[in-house]
């Protein structure tokens, strides 16, 4: 599976930006699709997930101003984030996974100004 990840940008704290990921398979919907984010000099931390089910699960830090959604018919997730603080500046991974199956989409830059 090829993730292609787009929607980064530079905003000022309390802005937003929505994050999206296209998948090239039709069979996207048995998926997991998650969102994680790696920012200066720190780990790669899953920020928000979805199964394929539609359940959904986020890092304390981003509960209330983060939201997670896929659209299956588009092969697309969707990470809307609202009330963006300068700690959520990191580059911006999605990730898709079943399984033993693990795949990753290239970077998206996400840059909060305060």
């Known amino acids: 599976v090829q993730l292609q990840a787009s929607g980064g940008g530079s905003v000022q704290a309390g802005g937003s930006l929505r994050l999206s990921c296209v998948a090239d398979?039709?069979?996207?919907?048995?998926?997991?699709m998650g969102w994680y984010r790696q920012g200066p000099r720190k780990t790669r931390e899953l920020v928000a997930a979805?199964?394929?089910?539609?359940?959904?699960n986020y890092v304390d830090s981003v509960k209330g101003r983060f939201t997670i959604s896929r659209d299956n018919a588009k092969n697309t997730v969707y990470l809307e984030m609202n009330s963006l603080e300068p700690e959520d500046t990191a580059v911006y991974y999605c990730?898709?996974?079943?399984?033993?199956?693990?795949?990753w989409g290239q970077g998206t830059l996400v840059t909060v100004s305060s």
């Open positions: 979805v199964t394929s089910g539609g359940v959904t």
């Open positions: 990730n898709a996974n079943r399984y033993h199956l693990n795949y």
């Open positions: 398979r039709s069979i996207f919907s048995i998926y997991n």
